[in-house]
């Protein structure tokens, strides 16, 4: 795995994280070439983590423009970028982070991920995570590994899929033997059709799908989300899952952007990025919920 030589530079600034997880785990990571789709709260944190873990290639796709609603969410733009690309405004921060990270952005989706290592969408509807899934499963050469997350308020949720089986390598701490580990994924699409309260799902996690479901917008006063959440509360999926008394605290929740939950999820999905490129630990299969409102913990619900 060494065939490249370190710089002086790399070696200085990657030396802490180098003590932590090895040289051959950095060169992965250097050697990289990570798709991340927004910037906004979520997308910011997660960009943040990955430059600053030496990642070779950052690319953004970003198709919005900044508006004011975005200055309290995204901490590398401001005022003077408002009329902005949200990508690129935040490209020149990102760059002052880790100079050795090569960052680019566009404003469309590829049509092609299979020069990626991984390809993290953030605050994209069901629809879209669904055809990026199957673009990721469907890549030349093998699948690509896929993250969704979304951030809900007071809540946040991610999916990964890594391929039918995704192996790791693991160093036993005492006896330093090293073993492979494998694991087992699925599409999105698979998870969308079983029935979850087979699953015994906690509440908030059919609550985060109901929310994602709706994609309502930040704008939407919370006498119409609430509307809207009532309304598809009583479908199948979600009538026994989600209590009724939950649903008036979804709606004020659902239509902000919080930065404290942003930055929570942001560093596990960055974290679960790291564990994929570098294969030296196994990553969280396959839905994990950050719940601020009801249960105060983050947790994994695994569907397949």
Sequence with gaps: MTDITLTAEEQVRYDRQMRL????????????????????????????????????ELVIVDE???????????????????????????????KSMNNLVKLTHQTTLPTDVSG?????????DIETSLSLNKLCRNAAGGPVPFITCVSLGMMSLSFSDFGDSFDVTVENPTTKEKSTRSQQFCPLEVTLTKDWSNYKVLPSFAACMLMW????????????????IESAAEKPQYNKLVPRELLPQLA??????????????????????LKVIQRNAMPMSNYFIYDALVESKGYVERIL
């Design 21 to 56: 997880w090895g040289v051959d785990a950095q060169i992965r990571l250097m050697k990289s070439k990570v798709l991340l789709i927004n910037t906004g709260g979520l997308g910011t944190e997660i960009a943040k983590n990955i430059v600053l873990g030496g990642a070779g």
């Design 64 to 94: 919005t423009t900044i508006t004011e609603s975005d200055l309290g969410s995204n901490f590398l733009i401001s005022e003077e970028h408002v009329g902005s690309n949200r990508a690129e405004a935040s490209l020149k921060e990102l």
């Design 116 to 124: 990626f290592s991984i390809v993290l969408a953030t605050d994209v």
């Design 213 to 228: 479901s709706l994609n309502i917008d930040v704008s939407t006063p919370v006498s119409d989300a609430l509307q809207l």
């Design 252 to 273: 004020e929740s659902c239509v902000g952007t919080l930065s404290p939950v942003c930055s929570v999820m942001g560093g596990i999905i960055a974290q679960e990025a």
